[in-house]
């Protein structure tokens, strides 16, 4: 299986606008790059803003997926304790649906994870123009 890194660079205030509806909702995403070209923007604003976009735009909801699953595991078995027995503990129905939990922890956490991740995105790219538009003043210096 090989893993291909996509290189996105930004030049402008359209190639920014593109990001946002360029990210794509995917379960295993790829990895990669974003580059900013942008002369408005200082070059230590730039790194951080690069590994921002990077962040969000290549997000893949693993942590969040994980978060989610061991936290739904615990509250089963918190659950099935104090509400039934601590005798559940030997009934494979029980283990049955804690393993269904982790499933389903996992694939709500990831999709929550990646729904924030767009959000953010979507979020840093409107910061970052409405912070750095290029005005019209600057474009006739030129």
Do not use: H
Not at 38 to 51: D, G, R
Not at 108 to 113: E, H, T, Y
């Amino acid at each position: 299986m090989s893993s291909q890194q996509i290189e996105i660079i930004i030049r402008d205030l359209k190639d920014l606008d593109k990001l946002i509806f360029s990210q794509k909702f995917f379960f295993m995403p790829k990895s990669g790059n974003i580059i900013l070209e942008m002369e408005s923007i200082p070059n230590l604003e730039k790194e951080k803003c690069q590994t921002k976009l990077q962040r969000y735009y290549f997000a893949c909801g693993c942590k969040e997926g994980a978060a989610a699953s061991i936290l739904l595991f615990c509250f089963f078995w918190i659950y099935s304790v104090f509400a039934k027995s601590l005798s559940i503990i030997l009934s494979w129905e029980a283990w049955l649906l804690s393993g269904l939990m982790i499933l389903i922890g996992a694939v709500l956490g990831k999709v929550l994870g990646l729904v924030y991740a767009k959000y953010a995105l979507k979020s840093s790219v409107r910061k970052l123009m409405l912070s750095y538009t290029e005005s019209p003043k600057s474009k006739t210096l030129n």
